[in-house]
């Protein structure tokens, strides 16, 4: 089983078939990029990288990416594709930890040598020009074959705390999520394009798989990032898109939707889906979204440690707004995908009955083999099979999944439990508030108490009482923050989560 076949069965039918784009350019046909990543693979072994090895990709978006993977696979090497966001230092500690041999890189991301590498590739040299020149002969070069069970992908978590983490994903694991993808999420077409506005190395990049298994277009846009502007342009010109936005993205693409006065039809010609999962999507912000750009959105829950399989909020469940659980339904991340069993688990690991809060645990053929050289932290994450993923959350009696938060962020004050993701997603429906995180801090009286940041939009105003005012009309009393927070932006990490262990540090230190 490799994950390269998926290029060849396409390269062989349909050899002549746009496959990649740049911005609205054509890049490679399925041809192109088999005798491109042939050529690669042939040199990469020519070079003496054995199955196994190593390759770090450290790149913005860029189509080299897809026919860098493929020809890795091809060759039987393991592709550890780093967030282009990081910077050098962090990538070299990735470099080490993984043991990478090779490192593509664009010199926007990376322009000094990494230590530690024995070649570093710029994807845009003449150096790298003779690595992909295409070979006539594709299929005389040799796939190295690989096991279910051989690792084809090291993601490194984005470890809010401490050092990132190697997941280790194989063939299976991906194969599973890829035709998953069809059931669970959306089905594709080979006229269908997949636009790849979020990192690829990341949710979106791990997404080209199942838009390769059914032979659709890969667009990279020209800006190698998100610019909704450059994407409803793109998706007009190509023909509509999916894409995997996490919902700061989706929010850029409704407020630019809203600013420009593109409504559900105009939309409907530019987005077919937009996948959105990583990290909470506020019950009012998806309510706005699907009001300004219709029924085209599918959530997704998932993590590094199952990748993009977890459970998922189908389009249907989120358009049919006259079922009676249709605002619970809309706030939870949808019910376990198909070839997964999610349940909610004490600390032991025992099941809890419905509607009790627990860490959500997952077991199927989508989860990890486990991290690189970690196995205490292994062993510690996947026990019988089943992945803890740090996630608390309940189930109701339909299955329907809702997160609470990572156990960490929970806040428990007077000896009561309180979930922020609940005082958020109240002050969100709060007049001009346009963003809000909420944590705990330590308190002499209560053990710790609620703090609320809020961002407000642009040009709007509100005053601490206004925004108590609407939590007292809303929720328990000793839910509601103690302090009121107005700021001009939340601080986020590289994939656009909130980091709410920098303002409980900020808190502290202005506490001092
Ligand atoms: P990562 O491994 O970087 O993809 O991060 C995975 C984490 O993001 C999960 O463990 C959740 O805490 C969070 N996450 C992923 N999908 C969702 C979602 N749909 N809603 C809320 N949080 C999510």
Not at 29 to 37: E, I, K, L, P
Not at 322 to 341: I, K, L, N
């Amino acid at each position: 089983m490799s994950l390269v076949h998926l290029l060849l069965r396409h390269a062989r039918q349909t050899p002549e078939r746009p496959a990649i784009f740049y911005g609205t350019e054509p890049w490679a046909t399925h041809g192109q990029w088999a005798q491109r990543s042939a050529g690669l693979a042939r040199r990469m072994v020519a070079a003496g990288l054995v199955p196994g090895d190593r390759v770090v990709l450290f790149m913005r978006n860029q189509p080299r990416y897809l026919e860098i993977l493929w020809a890795a696979w091809w060759a039987g090497l393991v592709v550890v594709p780093v967030n282009a966001k990081l910077h050098p230092r962090e990538a070299e500690w990735i470099v080490a930890n993984a043991g990478a041999r090779w490192a593509f890189v664009t010199h926007d991301v990376v322009a000094e040598p990494l230590t530690g590498l024995e070649r570093q590739i710029d994807v845009e040299s003449d150096d790298c020009d003779d690595l992909l020149a295409p070979v006539n002969d594709a299929w005389a070069v040799p796939v190295v074959e690989r096991g279910a069970q051989d690792l084809a992908w090291i993601f490194y978590t984005s470890g809010t705390t401490g050092r990132p983490k190697g997941v280790m994903l194989t063939h299976r694991n991906l194969m599973t999520m890829g035709l998953t993808y069809f059931i669970d999420v959306d089905p594709v077409s080979a006229d269908d394009a997949m636009v790849y506005a979020a990192p690829m190395s990341h949710g979106a990049g791990i997404y080209a798989i199942p838009h390769l298994m059914a032979g659709a277009r890969h667009v990279v846009p020209a800006s190698g990032g998100v610019e909704p502007a450059e994407l409803f342009a793109l998706g007009q010109a190509i023909g509509p898109l999916s894409t995997f936005a996490a919902p700061t993205i989706v929010k850029r693409l409704v407020d630019h939707a809203e600013q420009h006065g593109i409504g559900p039809d105009a939309s409907a010609r530019a987005f077919k889906t937009i996948v959105y999962g990583g990290a909470p999507m506020y019950a009012a912000d998806m309510a706005r979204a699907l009001r300004v750009m219709g029924p085209r959105f599918v959530q997704i829950y998932g993590q590094g440690e199952t990748p993009m399989v977890g459970t998922a909020l189908s389009r249907q469940q989120l358009a049919d707004t006259s079922h009676p659980r249709w605002a619970e339904r809309m706030a939870s991340v949808g019910v376990a995908q198909t070839p997964v069993q999610v349940r909610v688990a004490d600390v032991e690991g025992r099941s809890l009955p419905t509607g009790e809060v627990g860490e959500v645990l997952v077991k199927g053929d989508s989860v990890m083999a486990g991290y690189w050289k970690n196995p205490e932290a292994s062993s510690a994450a996947v026990r019988d099979g089943w992945l803890f993923t740090g996630d608390v959350g309940c189930l109701d009696a339909d299955g329907f999944l809702t997160l609470k938060d990572r156990s960490k962020d929970l806040i428990i004050s007077g000896g009561s439990n309180i979930y922020p993701r609940e005082v958020e997603e109240v002050l969100l429906t709060a007049p001009g508030v346009a963003e809000v995180a909420v944590v705990g801090v330590p308190d002499a009286e209560w053990g710790e108490s609620v703090v609320a940041f809020v961002v407000m939009a642009p040009g709007l105003q509100t005053t601490t009482e206004a925004l108590d005012q609407h939590c007292l009309a809303q929720m328990a009393r000793f839910k509601r923050p103690k302090r009121y927070e107005i700021v001009t932006e939340l601080p986020k990490n590289n994939y656009g989560k909130v980091l709410k262990t920098e303002l409980r540090q900020r808190l502290a230190s202005t506490a001092d």
